[in-house]
């Protein structure tokens, strides 16, 4: 099993910066799918970004193309998410998620483990 804490998340301004992180406990950390999706009341919730094992895939929805790198720290047990030029639509509950049952995983159902959400506001 594996815990997961993000933290990083604030109030920022149309086109500011922020980062996320997602800490992990366990060891084996190195054999974790990773990735960020996001919620906003009332919708479902969406992948942002994933990055494999190894760290040399990454996937990321049209959205965020450009603007948003995924990132991790295999000795660290830490992913990360860089939003830049970030807009009010990017405002979300932003969730790290882990899985290494399906290491091509892009949808809510292949991640096991979830943390418990850090807020992202980003105002006009």
């Known amino acids: 099993q594996v815990q997961l804490v993000e933290s990083g998340g604030g109030l920022v301004q149309a086109g500011g910066s922020l980062r996320l992180s997602c800490a992990a406990s366990g060891r084996t950390f190195s054999s974790y799918t990773m990735a960020w999706f996001r919620q906003v009341p009332g919708k479902e919730r969406e992948l942002v970004a994933v990055?494999?094992?190894?760290?040399?895939?990454?996937y990321y929805v049209d959205s965020v193309k450009g603007r948003f790198t995924i990132s991790r720290d295999n000795a660290k047990n830490t992913v990360y998410l860089q939003m830049n030029s970030l807009k009010p639509e990017d405002t979300a509950v932003y969730y790290c998620?882990?899985?290494?049952?399906?290491?091509?995983?892009?949808?809510?159902?292949?991640?096991?483990?979830w943390g418990q959400g850090t807020q992202v506001t980003v105002s006009s």
């Open positions: 990055i494999r094992r190894s760290g040399s895939t990454r």
């Open positions: 998620a882990a899985t290494d049952t399906v290491v091509t995983g892009t949808s809510i159902g292949d991640f096991d483990y």
